[in-house]
């Protein structure tokens, strides 16, 4: 039985590597530890198969991040799963009435996944294309 924890899992670089992404150093792993609003870590048992972040002002604007699930357990529903919860979450902060933003920056073709679950693809007739850039030192 899958259940999921409001936390970020024990090992973020174990995630990072299962679906091919670079590792964060120590320093880095600290700072999004300390600095994430809300975090969900998916669970088969005691084996974390799922993880989701979101950093952000933790009032208006909340960035969902590092959304991972294990290719293993992929297509069961798991991100769908996190996200959910997540946004219900970030939701749960607004007073009646008020609007929040959430933001994502979707993984290559994966944006038919975000888009079932009510994310707008852009550039479209009223926002401008997302863009990232990577500094390294």
Same mark, same amino acid.
């Given at each position: 039985?899958?259940?999921? $924890?409001?936390?970020?899992?024990?090992? &973020?670089?174990?995630?990072?590597? =299962?679906?091919?992404?670079? *590792?964060?150093? $120590? %320093?880095?792993?600290?700072?999004?530890? *300390? %600095? =994430?609003?809300?975090? &969900? !870590?998916?669970?088969?048992?005691?084996? *974390? &198969?799922?993880?989701?972040?979101?950093?952000?002002?933790?009032?208006?604007?909340? /960035?969902?991040?590092?959304?991972?699930?294990?290719?293993?357990?992929?297509?069961?529903? &798991?991100?769908?799963?996190?996200?959910?919860?997540?946004?219900?979450?970030?939701?749960?902060?607004?007073?009646?009435? $008020?609007?929040?933003?959430?933001?994502?920056?979707?993984?290559?073709?994966?944006?038919? /996944?975000? *888009?079932?679950?009510? /994310?707008? %693809?852009?550039?479209?007739?009223? %926002?401008?294309?997302?863009? !990232?850039? /990577?500094?390294?030192?």
């Amino acid at each position: 039985m899958i259940t999921y $924890e409001f936390r970020l899992p024990n090992d &973020i670089n174990s995630f990072r590597r =299962s679906v091919g992404w670079y *590792e964060l150093s $120590e %320093r880095q792993l600290r700072c999004a530890l *300390e %600095r =994430s609003v809300l975090a &969900i !870590t998916a669970l088969d048992g005691d084996i *974390e &198969i799922g993880s989701a972040r979101v950093v952000g002002d933790g009032g208006y604007q909340f /960035f969902i991040s590092d959304v991972i699930v294990r290719p293993e357990y992929q297509g069961r529903g &798991i991100g769908k799963e996190m996200l959910t919860r997540l946004m219900d979450k970030a939701l749960s902060v607004a007073d009646e009435g $008020e609007t929040i933003m959430v933001n994502l920056m979707s993984a290559k073709d994966k944006e038919p /996944f975000y *888009e079932k679950l009510g /994310f707008m %693809r852009r550039p479209n007739d009223e %926002r401008g294309c997302g863009m !990232t850039k /990577f500094l390294k030192k």
